[in-house]
């Protein structure tokens, strides 16, 4: 049976909770609560445990205020041993006195590996930290043969703003130069929107169909059945003759004209770049990857991203070594299983890769297929990459032993590039009393939101804090 005491204290909660976040270092108060109250058969407040493991963190971490001047040390080691990595750090002045403002990285081997692996296609999207610099994880990622998330590059900026967006995005430029054909998917904020327009102006802009709906709902609009096919469907005259009907409601035209001006259906975008996602759902599976970690001072959290893609890495490219062959074998599986219940296709070949193919079961709705074009009329198969069930009906109709389906799938779904895109390692790094010290008697300065407890009610006070990194002070950490 637990006990109240009022032994334990902050102090105490903090010596316990070093040896236990050494383990699980995302362990919040509330499961820390739990179990050292289990442990140790006492009643320990929430208050008490929180203002521990903020003692606890700063052990192990160091202060919130060293995080920030500690980054310029993480920078000079990262670009040593990974050269191509492109890292800055911005600051601004206010009083003559320069504060934390901004932060990008995007390591050498991510920026080789999506060059040279992964399709032409960008998310971009943010997520707020809960640390106690109350500023936002901003990420890149793309995909890879598999269309697995594929981290590109991540950092800090303070507010999703115009002037934010457009540095960070000026710095993804730097890294990956001119890329040609490129799409970038984005949610629909205006600052993102102009930023990515703006630098990369070349570039075709998507955004998010999810967005856009979950906007589309709020503001009750009709025809909203008609918005999924008009979205999904890759011929232009389905997506014409749905999108008509919706902007049969002038409100809705006008609305749809003013606000998502981008493309958000797969009939506009561009056939090149071979991904025909209409959500970022890629970012979903980045945030939710990284959510335990978000409460990190900025400089661990640096480095624990640079961890965790290393290990993602690593477990990739051993995965890329027992790979053998041209396609991706996941890729042939799923087609060699989608050629199956294919009954409701009738095909009239013209030639022996050239066919008219009925879909008996849809009004006799009839394609045309090209497969020594990789073409089809219904144009999944351009904008994929993959034959669609028209070309695959037409494919497993051949007289031939020897057709491989690999000779129809594009080449962003090859091993090689699959290998490509993880060959390069994300090197291992010492801890802090191991790294170069000579950047580290940097002087930056950075706004803390202090959250204070009176009389049950909780208020916030902005502290400034100055922080000058002091080379005795690693040491002895």
């Known amino acids: 049976m637990k006990r109240k005491t009022t032994t334990p204290s902050a102090k105490w909660v903090a010596s316990k909770a070093v040896s236990i976040l050494k383990r699980t270092p995302d362990m919040g108060p509330k499961d820390m609560q739990i179990k050292l109250q289990d442990d140790h058969k006492c009643v ?59 932060f990008f990285c995007a390591l050498g081997p991510c920026i080789e590996g999506f060059l040279e692996g992964c399709r032409p296609y960008l998310i971009i999207d943010s997520t707020a930290l809960s640390g106690r610099w109350n500023g936002q994880l ?24 115009y002037d934010n967006w457009k540095w960070w995005i000026a710095q993804l430029h730097k890294a990956i130069g001119d890329v040609e054909p490129l799409a970038i998917c984005s949610d629909a904020c205006k600052g993102l929107e102009n930023a990515v327009k703006y630098v990369f102006h070349m570039a075709e802009q998507r955004e998010c169909f999810k967005h856009l709906m979950d906007n589309y709902a709020k503001r009750k609009r009709p025809n909203a059945d008609n918005m999924y096919p008009a979205a999904r469907s890759y011929r232009k005259e389905v997506h014409e ?5 919706v902007k049969s409601d002038l409100d809705t035209k006008e609305w749809l004209e003013q606000h998502h001006k981008l493309k958000w259906f797969r009939s506009g975008f561009n056939p090149a770049i071979k991904c025909d996602y209409v959500t970022n ?30 290990v993602l890495w690593h477990k990739r490219r051993k995965i890329g070594q027992r790979l053998q062959g041209k396609i991706l074998p996941a890729v042939i599986h799923i087609l060699k299983a989608q050629t199956r219940g294919l009954s409701h296709l009738n095909v ?31 144009e999944e198969w351009q904008h994929t990459g993959k034959p669609c069930q028209h070309a695959l009906a037409l494919i497993t109709q051949q007289p031939f032993r020897d057709v491989m389906m690999e000779n129809f799938v594009n080449d962003y779904y090859s091993v090689e ?61």
């Not at 670009?79 to 006195?97: A, F, H, N, T, Y």
């Not at 003759?241 to 009907?245: D, E, P, R």
């Not at 590039?417 to 060959?423: I, L, M, S």
């Not at 950075?446 to 009610?457: F, N, S, T, Y």
């Open 44 to 102: 320990i407040g929430y208050d008490t445990v929180w203002k521990g493991l903020e003692k606890a963190f700063k052990e192990l971490y160091g202060s919130w205020e060293d995080s920030f001047g500690m980054l310029y040390n993480w920078k000079a080691e990262v670009i040593m041993r990974m050269p191509g990595s492109i890292i800055e750090i911005d600051v601004e002045v206010k009083d003559g006195l320069p504060y934390f403002h901004r």
């Open 138 to 161: 901003a990420t890149t990622c793309s995909v890879d043969g598999h269309n697995w998330m594929y981290p590109v590059a991540y950092g800090f900026i303070d507010k999703e703003t």
């Open 241 to 245: 003759h749905h999108i008509a009907i």
């Open 281 to 310: 759902n890629i970012a979903k599976v980045f945030n939710k990857w990284i959510k335990d970690i978000k409460d990190l001072p900025v400089c661990e959290l640096a480095d624990k991203l640079r961890e965790m893609i290393m």
């Open 348 to 378: 009239v070949q013209g030639d022996y890769y050239a066919a008219q193919v009925v879909d008996i079961s849809a009004a006799n709705i009839r394609h045309v297929v090209k497969a020594y074009l990789h073409e089809c009329t219904c």
């Open 417 to 477: 590039r699959f290998k490509n895109a993880y060959k390069r390692i994300i090197e291992p790094l010492p801890d802090r009393c191991g790294q170069n010290l000579t950047y580290h008697l940097q002087l930056v300065h950075h706004l803390v939101e202090e959250v204070l407890a009176d009389k049950g009610k909780i208020e916030s006070k902005v502290l400034l804090k100055v922080v000058k990194a002091r080379r005795n002070l690693m040491l002895k950490e």
